[in-house]
């Protein structure tokens, strides 16, 4: 059974930094996704980053220049560097992977709280 456990959410200042992790266990075959999505309150849930097993990067526009994911292959882990956050950066984080065969697995959200 595939399990993501995620960590590093909080509360932080605006202008603050946080770096979220998600470990992932359970899974067969070798991960080919691995992305953060995030959703605020009464917001869809949408797209931060991803990266591909060959660290192919995309990010949204919103957080190009801030935020910056990367992985470790032999940990089946990923990370998200937050910098210079902002109040509208406040959501639930989740992490996201799915391997080669099209797997999909999420995690359950670590909160992110951009306040003063």
């Known amino acids: 059974q595939v399990q993501l456990v995620e960590s590093g959410g909080g509360l932080v200042q605006p202008g603050g930094s946080l770096r979220l992790s998600c470990a992932a266990s359970?899974?067969?075959?070798?991960?080919?996704?691995m992305a953060w999505h995030r959703q605020a309150p009464g917001q869809e849930r949408e797209l931060v980053a991803r990266?591909?097993?060959?660290?192919?990067?995309n990010y949204a526009d919103s957080v190009k220049g801030r935020f910056t994911i990367s992985r470790d292959n032999a940990k089946n882990t990923v990370y998200l560097q937050m910098n210079s956050l902002k109040p509208e950066d406040t959501a639930v984080y989740y992490c996201y992977v799915r391997n080669f065969a099209g797997t999909a697995s999420w995690g359950k959200g670590t909160l992110v709280t951009v306040s003063s």
């Open positions: 990266i591909t097993y060959y660290d192919s990067t």
């Open positions: 359970g899974i067969i075959g070798s991960i080919y996704t």
